[in-house]
């Protein structure tokens, strides 16, 4: 009897084994794919900055200076604060990102997504079996958000991994007992605290082990177990009240930035629901046939009584933290693009990836056993087969076809290199100056400079644009600037330093600056002394 039951442990192992093995390969295979050629955007250059500063030995600063924003200068830098400091961290432990190497970042992206995969797994065994977690776990490894955020230095890989993790640890202390539940419930809040330190809507995730506090003592614990969810919660507490002060005692905001425009809620929520399905391309007809059939299910869920006896025991599962998380990650992005930043972008919505496909699968197998027991198994699997193969095939599909874009170097980010501007730019001026230009972004982190950005519209709200140019150069005496250097960034210059396009034409003698060198594709002034 022994004998047997060994023989079965043993085998269920290596079954496991496999499994992992399986899971590991494809979703390392996927992420590989997508970092091939890592793609630049001004945040993923901001993180590559502050990684080196920190190599340097400079700590967590930034060699680019934005004054209208309330930039306080110091040595060319200025404090990290509009981004929380755990990526750039990473990224210098790893040996920092430069133009020459991105290295650091393909690693760390790489081992984001595979902890995603393997996390999201974990968390739909708990609902269904292996291979229903198994299968979840690859649509979400080649599911073309994740793979588009892992293209890019960005927060999102690592906060997603940081999340779906926290949740997990959450969910599993739910069945521990003694040491494993404190334990369970400690790496959880140690998740949490690091996913705040990634990227500021963590603090979602305290909003989530405040539910599960309330579920403690709801459902009358032992004692141990809500006290214990209570520290656990703390360490996510105590993370975002040390980031906040910081960003407080320095720029005198808790988020360390402000923005002038805000938004209705309406057009918020409008823009978070648009985004959402925008992440996945599946058309208008099948996003709302998506739409219906959750709606249906949620209805007939709360009026079968039967259901509704059964789903406490999947909430239990770790259901009801997902769903907490999603509802308050959306409500927290309605509040920041109606009161803080008004800017919508679709990888915003990137966190909730995992999860939607967890809850999309779950719906679709859960109604799957209710028509099996009514006595309908054939109609039922061929059903749940169809619905899983057009998620299947609608996720390969879409990430194959964006595929190119994985394989191909964006030149365009390295098109600086060739500029004529930037050749003169590096050949006649030390790196230890700073330079007022309107790529602030590029000149920093392929040139080496610390930079000062031209503001999007004007420098001072009350400032015409006759008196733009002594505005100018009286901030560029404030911060010890001593070029001016303007590449001609066609469809972007209508963002960066619009209001200074007039100095591409003909200057008057009288004005502030000296044209030293002009080109093709830029020029570069310094101050009249």
Known sequence: MNFSYNRKLCFTNKYDIWIYIILIVTSASAAFLAVQNIRLSPDSITYSLVSQQIISGNGLRVPMIFLHRGD????GTVPLLIHPPLLPILLAL???VTPESFLAAQVLNLVCHVV???FTFLLMKNFYDKRIALLTAILVSFSLP?????HYIWTEPLFIALTVAAIYFLAVSRHSEGFLYRRNLFIAGICASAAIMTKYSGIVLIVVFFWEVVISIKNKRLGYKYKSTILAMSLPVITMVMIFTRNYIISGSYSGYSW???SSYQSAIEGVIKMLFLQFPIGKYMGTLI???TV???LYMFLNVNLRRELPKYLNSGLDLILIFMLGYMALLVYVFAEINPKLVTYYLSPLVPFLFIVGVFMIVFAWEKIKVQRFPKLSLIGMLLFLGIIASGNGYKTYSYSPEFFNKHEEFYSILNSCTYKWTIENYEKNIIIVTNDPFNLSFFGGYSTVALPWKKWYKNTRPEDMASALKNSMLKVGAQAL???ELKSNERHLGSNFSGLFNKREDNDAFVLVHECSDGVVYSLKE
């Open 72 to 75: 306080i200068p110091v040595d």
């Open 260 to 262: 002038a425009h805000k």
């Open 146 to 150: 994740l793979l588009t955020v892992t």
């Open 94 to 96: 790893l040996g920092g």
């Open 116 to 118: 995603t995969s393997i």
């Open 485 to 487: 250097v303007l590449f």
């Open 291 to 293: 739409v219906i059939c």
């Open 296 to 298: 249906v299910f949620i």
